[in-house]
């Protein structure tokens, strides 16, 4: 089982800043920013390479609760990342969103 669904599944403890049934959110343990905020689905989904019609949902909702759990962590203004594959540093193979933010970014992404 990926590391993700153990944190999912209680089985590996995280510090959760937001669940329902369909999402859990948690901090990122290895943050690179005051705010650095992991929102996945509950279900087990690879990659966006994996998205199909009938686990869009999952997609749907997390993007529509990111600006609540961004709030929540006291930021209006942030960054949301995704990583598909490991060429492009995908560590986790369980669809993931970043939220990060606190912090000035500017335009620059690498």
């Known amino acids: 089982m990926c590391l993700f ?3 999912i599944n ?3 403890p995280s510090a959760k800043v937001y669940e329902d049934d369909m999402i859990l959110a948690f901090k ?11 929102v996945t689905p509950k279900e087990h989904i690879a990659c966006v390479n994996d998205i199909t019609a009938e686990n ?3 997609v749907s909702h997390i993007f529509e609760k990111i600006p609540e759990i961004a709030k929540s962590q006291g930021i209006e ?3 949301v ?4 594959g490991e060429d492009a540093g ?21």
């Not at 990342?81 to 598909?84: D, E, G, K, L, P």
């Open 81 to 84: 990342i995704n990583n598909c």
């Open 5 to 7: 669904c153990e944190i």
């Open 56 to 58: 869009s949902k999952f």
């Open 28 to 38: 990122d343990i290895n943050p690179v920013a005051p705010v650095h905020i992991l």
């Open 10 to 12: 209680g089985n590996i």
């Open 77 to 79: 203004s942030y960054r």
């Open 90 to 110: 995908q560590t986790v193979m369980h669809l993931h969103f970043h939220i990060i933010g606190g912090v000035e970014m500017g335009e620059k992404i690498l």
